[in-house]
């Protein structure tokens, strides 16, 4: 965690749009990372604490339309109390995080998708975490077509972002990409279309270098 408060764990997020294979990559990282003997915790956003449950529910399955600015901020109320009561301490106890979603996924969905202010929809996210920011993010980059065609063959049902219209999903990559480029240090971007082993790779060859730092 890099917003200076002690800690002896790994934060690490992954990110990208709907369809990227973030769950699947999720999951050989947290497999890989136990067979080293270290301690693991997945979790994700929204969802990945009793009261995230209840957030999930809403932002992705509430029929009806949000406002963007109250779905921005139901995000980040699942954000703070997450990172208070599941993220933190689990670094505190040494442990490796591996988090599906993070602020990045709200400036790139809320703030490009919703057409908000981005540096205000992560300033947002900043005060609810106190400044809380991943050792490394990974992010998934795939083109929305490509995206949309994967969601297709693996859905019945599609929650409100992922029924969004293709220049919105368009939008999120490039606020992606933009993140990206902003935080070089902190991001490590794969081609989405490489091979599942190849991208799992990939992380791990950058994973390994931040456990050694």
């Known amino acids: 965690m890099t917003d200076g408060g002690p800690t002896s764990g790994l ?3 992954l990110e990208g749009g709907d369809g990227s294979g973030k769950s699947t990559q999720a999951a050989l990282l947290e497999e890989w990372l136990a067979g080293r003997g270290l301690s693991v915790l997945r ?3 929204p969802g990945g604490s009793d009261v995230g449950v209840a ?3 809403i932002v992705l399955h509430h029929r009806g339309d949000i406002d963007p600015r109250a779905e921005a901020l139901l995000y980040a109320a699942d954000r703070a ?3 208070a009561t599941v993220v933190r301490p689990a670094l505190a106890r040494g442990e490796v995080v591996v988090q599906d979603r993070y602020l990045d996924s709200s400036v790139a969905y809320q703030g490009a ?3 908000l202010d981005a540096a205000e929809v992560r300033s947002l996210s900043l005060w609810a975490t106190r400044d809380a920011l991943p050792d490394l993010t990974i992010l998934l980059d795939l083109d929305e ?3 949309r065609g994967r969601l297709d063959r693996s859905r019945t049902r599609y929650d409100r972002l992922e029924a969004e ?3 919105f999903h368009a939008r999120v990559r490039a606020a992606f990409l933009d993140l990206a480029r902003a935080e070089p240090e902190r991001f490590l971007v794969v081609d989405a279309t490489s091979s599942v082993d190849e991208i799992a790779s990939a992380i791990r060859d950058r994973v390994t270098a931040a456990l050694e730092r």
């Open 81 to 83: 109390h997450h990172v």
């Open 113 to 115: 998708g919703r057409v």
């Open 145 to 147: 077509t490509a995206a």
């Open 165 to 167: 219209k293709s220049d």
């Open 55 to 57: 957030i999930r529910e």
């Open 11 to 13: 934060w690490i997020t």
């Open 43 to 45: 979790t994700r956003e």
